[in-house]
């Protein structure tokens, strides 16, 4: 292969790889991630500061508004924009999340404090997965939450639903917020 040829080639991938993230962003992907990140951020809060029922109130209004969200998210760009892999991506996020409640209840019951991790880091698992197929971007932010969840679990488990509420919550937003603009 000729350096013009190396070059082009090489031109190509780049061009794709742009056009990857574009479509991506244009698919809603950035709205997601801030619906799930406000989720997890009023969710882990809530962790710290509510006892139940009130929690569990608490995570089932939000988890709803998380899901009905992320429908209209996808339908809102679903018009303007289709991809061939779209049905994969629900796909993987349905067999994640099934196997992670077949995990639970083979598991249950947990403390609070371990089954906020295991979600976490679960849902962050998905995300740096993703990340592999998509973009470096969405595979180092899993790893991160992952690797900062344990370090708050480890070092402050008093204050775990706050550290949550930041790592998770706070991450997920900002890299909605970095999708978003970014990958235009």
């Known amino acids: 292969m000729e350096p013009f040829e190396a070059h082009e080639s090489l031109s190509l991938i ?10 991506i962003a244009r698919a809603g992907t950035g709205y997601l991630f801030i619906i799930w990140g406000i989720v997890w951020l009023f969710g882990y809060l809530g962790n710290q500061l509510l006892a139940s029922p009130a929690l569990g109130y608490l995570w089932l209004g939000l988890d709803s508004f998380g899901i009905l969200g992320s429908i209209y998210a996808i339908f809102r760009q679903s018009r303007h924009f289709r991809t061939p892999h ?10 994640l999340l099934a196997n992670g409640v077949l995990l639970l209840w083979i598991a249950w019951p947990l403390p609070m404090e371990r089954y906020l991790m295991f979600s976490t880091i679960l849902i962050s698992m998905g995300y740096g997965l993703m990340g592999l197929w998509m ?36 991450g997920l937003i900002a890299a909605g917020l970095y999708v978003m603009k970014a990958w235009k």
Do not use: E, H, K, N
């Open 14 to 23: 780049v061009d794709a790889s742009q056009a990857s993230r574009r479509a």
């Open 135 to 170: 973009s470096p971007v969405l595979a180092l932010m899993g790893v991160a939450i992952s690797i900062l969840a344990v370090m708050g679990w480890l070092l402050i488990p008093a204050y775990l639903g706050y550290w949550l509420a930041l790592v998770g919550g706070g």
């Open 86 to 95: 779209s049905w994969r991506m629900a796909a993987f996020w349905l067999l």
